[in-house]
């Protein structure tokens, strides 16, 4: 990473220790489209590059509903995407799992929105790489990070 792009995340991550009380380990909430990417553009050891990012240990963590539409998504297609959403769903195996207690399934972007809630009160900082998640987050949660691994829609 370069050292001034190193320098601004070093200045931000330290404002949201400052401000809003985060602390290490940070807890990364991982959205499906963010583990399709890590797998999609090839990156090698996504826990240490996440880690290079907030220059901070980091506990990776997906919810129950994002696992379920990467398990969805494999059983829709066909081929190589069948092989990639199998790597996809042993990376995401390698998390913990972020309990959101939906009776059923909901669409990732509702549960996310539910297990942040409104004031992110458990200090989460959300990885995705769906500009409409990113979207969502943006204005209503105060204190919320995110990182996104690519400009997908």
């Known amino acids: 990473m370069r050292q001034k792009r190193a320098k601004t995340y070093r200045r931000l991550v330290h404002q949201y220790v400052l401000y809003y009380r985060f602390r290490e380990p940070f807890q990364i909430l991982i959205d499906d489209t963010f583990a399709e990417s890590l797998v999609r553009l090839n990156v090698q050891e996504p826990l240490k590059q996440l880690g290079m990012v907030l220059q901070a240990k980091v506990k990776p963590m997906i919810t129950q509903c994002c696992m379920a539409a990467l398990y969805e998504a494999e059983t829709h297609s066909q081929g190589d995407e069948k092989q990639m959403y199998k790597r996809?769903?042993?990376?995401?195996?390698?998390?913990?799992?972020?309990?959101?207690?939906?009776?059923?399934?909901?669409?990732?972007?509702?549960?996310?929105?539910?297990?942040?809630?409104?004031?992110?009160?458990?200090?989460?900082?959300?990885?995705?790489?769906?500009?409409?998640?990113?979207?969502?987050?943006?204005?209503?949660?105060?204190?919320?990070?995110?990182?996104?691994?690519?400009?997908?829609?």
Do not use: F
Not at 94 to 118: F, M, Y
Not at 124 to 144: C, K, M, W
């Open 88 to 153: 996809v769903i042993a990376l995401a195996k390698e998390w913990e799992r972020r309990k959101c207690n939906h009776k059923e399934t909901q669409p990732p972007i509702e549960c996310l929105s539910s297990v942040i809630g409104p004031v992110n009160q458990h200090r989460y900082v959300l990885a995705a790489d769906s500009a409409s998640v990113r979207r969502a987050h943006r204005r209503q949660v105060p204190g919320l990070p995110m990182l996104h691994y690519s400009q997908m829609t």
